[in-house]
């Protein structure tokens, strides 16, 4: 069946710190999607980036990094130089193209906190 | 362009009492979603819609109902509120179609239910 696990519930770290958000998932398609949404304490999910299962290229958009490894079935994802604008919850999800609807599959989230 | 708008931002209700939640989307999107979003939980999928006239359950659709008689809405109605069923809920869009595959969902800015 589908899961995604994101076994960090919270991470605290000070400003200018490197952090690592963990997220392994579990599927039996061979055509996925993977995301990232963050969610600030205003609430609203903000889409981070996506990613599909043939596509195994990290990605690096300014401070944010992603690395997908399709042989661990993980997509992590790291925060570079951290900030206090960087607190929210982080939430990985799983996308299946055989599901039907292709909802997503979300794991519990990852709550960061970036203190000054 | 007002993407996905979700209507109220907050309420509160009695035990028994019934309520819809609105969401309309002005992207000419498909698919649409409906997450609930418990404390310390990731999403998870209420009732999904691919199209006019077409709804489906996901994982937790018992104590809801949804109808899908346009494209741009896709409201969720709570027949006899429990408070279980308190809870912070998303409404979603995506496109659909050969080079919309992967695309990521447009989430509104969520409807925080309190049930007492």
């Known amino acids: 069946a589908q899961k995604v696990t994101q076994a960090q519930t919270e991470i605290s770290v000070v400003e200018k710190e490197d952090v690592t958000l963990d997220c392994v998932y579990e599927?039996?398609?061979?055509?996925?999607?993977l995301f990232w949404y963050k969610q600030p304490p205003s609430g609203e999910l903000v889409f981070l980036i996506r990613?599909?299962?043939?596509?195994?290229q990290n990605e690096i958009s300014g401070r944010y990094s992603w690395n997908f490894q399709k042989s661990t079935s993980s997509f992590n994802f790291t925060i570079t130089a951290s900030q206090v604008v960087d607190s929210a919850v982080y939430f990985c999800?799983?996308?299946?193209?055989?599901?039907?609807?292709?909802?997503?599959?979300f794991g519990k989230g990852t709550t960061l906190s970036v203190s000054s | 362009n007002a993407g996905v708008t979700q209507t109220p931002k907050f309420r509160i209700l009695k035990i028994g009492q019934s309520m819809t939640l609105q969401c309309t989307q002005d992207?000419?999107?498909?698919?649409m979603y409906w997450y609930r979003q418990d404390p310390g939980m990731g999403l998870k999928l209420i009732y999904y819609?691919?199209?006019?006239?077409?709804?489906d359950k996901g994982e937790v659709p018992n104590g809801y109902n949804v109808s899908r008689s346009t494209t741009e809405d896709f409201p969720l109605r709570l027949e006899l509120a429990a408070p279980s069923q308190t809870s912070v809920y998303f409404c979603?869009?995506?496109?659909?179609?050969?080079?919309?595959?992967?695309?990521?969902?447009?989430f509104g800015d969520g409807t925080r239910l309190s049930i007492l």
């Open positions: 979603a869009s995506r496109p659909v179609g050969a080079l919309n595959s992967n695309q990521p969902q447009h």
């Open positions: 599927t039996r398609d061979t055509t996925y999607y």
């Open positions: 990613r599909n299962s043939f596509d195994e």
């Open positions: 999800a799983l996308s299946e193209a055989g599901q039907a609807g292709t909802a997503l599959i």
């Open positions: 992207m000419n999107h498909n698919y």
């Open positions: 819609s691919v199209g006019a006239g077409i709804t």
